[in-house]
Each structure stands twice: as structure tokens, then as C-alpha cells.
């Protein structure tokens, strides 16, 4: 999540200082509202063995599905392309001019 947002503050042309910032913060947010959350499953299911097994499956799930979406959602871009969407043939021709 802390790369998408970098990646997308520098396709707008925001300050870095700026991406990390609001990467941290909502880091910050999902921790709190992860332990918000483990409070409440607490509370409400008790400690028992399945109920860990059950929490930590849907998360697996989870984050398999939205790892599939995030790699469904760059198969369409044109070859010579790296992760962060810049060409290889404008990398390659920096680099002749340096």
C-alpha cells in the first residue's frame, strides 16, 4: 500500500516528503484500527484456537485477492515498462546523456 501511494504522489508531481507522510499516516491508521478490531474479536469470540485460525485465513485471503487485483491491474501496460510505469527507453536514453 506505502508503494501505491508513493508511486501515485510521483505521477502527480507531489513532494516526497509529502508521500511518505500520508504512507505513514495511513499505516498508522490500519494499525489502530487492526488493534481496535483484535479487541473486539476478543471481546466478542474469546481466545479459542479456531477463532485465530479463522482470522488469520480471511486475512490470507485477503491479501491474496488484493495482490491478484494489483497484478490483473498491470498486464495491460506496454512492454518496457518497469513497476513504476516509466519507460525503459527514457531511463536508457538519461542515462546516454549523463
Known sequence: ?????T???QEQGLSP???????????????VLGNVRGKQVYALFGSG???LDVVCGCGLLALFFMLAARASSTEG???GHDAAGRAFSVVAREAKEQ
Open 17 to 31: 516528503l509529502l508521500a511518505f507522510s500520508v504512507g505513514q499516516a495511513l499505516i498508522s491508521a490500519v494499525v
Open 49 to 51: 484456537g479456531f477463532v
Open 77 to 79: 501496460r506496454p512492454v
Open 1 to 5: 500500500m506505502f508503494l501505491v501511494i
Open 7 to 9: 508511486q501515485s504522489t
